[in-house]
């Protein structure tokens, strides 16, 4: 008997899993990989945003260095002539404006 007792417990049990078992992980395997797909999809967006962003940021950097050349240049009669003519309308005695009637 004893020898017979000692076989039994040298031998292990193997438990096999039931069909709900094998759906039940089906489920969370497949719930694992949808999040997954939903977590790229967050991803590539927000690496396209960061990429929308730093050409923003470029493009301001660009702007800011033109607008320091044109203070370091300081205020020269022909900026000053460029600025009143574009944004005040200013024109010369001797020039002629023509006016579409749309303003």
Known sequence: MAKAAKAQKGKRRVLRAGPLTKLLLLALLLGIGWQLVRL????????????????????????NDALSADIAAGGTQEKMEEIARSELGMVFPDEYVLCDGID
Do not use: P
Request: charged share 35%.
């Open 40 to 63: 790229q999809d967050q991803v590539e967006a927000a690496q396209a945003e960061r990429d929308l962003l730093a050409a923003q940021v470029e493009t301001q950097r660009q702007e």
